[in-house]
């Protein structure tokens, strides 16, 4: 599946594997790694990993169950106090 494809090789970062079965705050400390230790991402390392973060809720989309997209929008939230930025 293509999305597979690109979450497992992307160019922006190296994920660690199951990423996005973990809950909201260990979904954002991981993806913080991730971006912080690539050397191959384009922006900043907040911008990589909320952009790996949608890029992920987009792709599943419908198939995602109401409860696992608002984890996952929990985890946009942690992200933001774990880079220390604010909505």
């Known amino acids: 599946m293509w999305s597979a494809e690109v979450t497992e090789h992307s160019d922006a970062l190296d994920l660690e594997s199951h990423v996005f079965a973990r809950k909201p705050a260990e979904i954002a ?3 913080k790694r991730s971006a912080e230790r690539s050397h191959r991402r384009k922006t900043t390392p907040f911008q990589s990993a909320m952009s790996m973060l949608n890029f992920y809720i987009n792709r599943a989309g419908k198939n995602l169950t109401a409860k696992r997209r608002q984890s996952l929008d929990r985890a ?9 930025k604010t909505k």
């Open 29 to 31: 400390q991981s993806l």
């Open 76 to 84: 946009k939230d942690e992200l933001r106090k774990a880079f220390g």
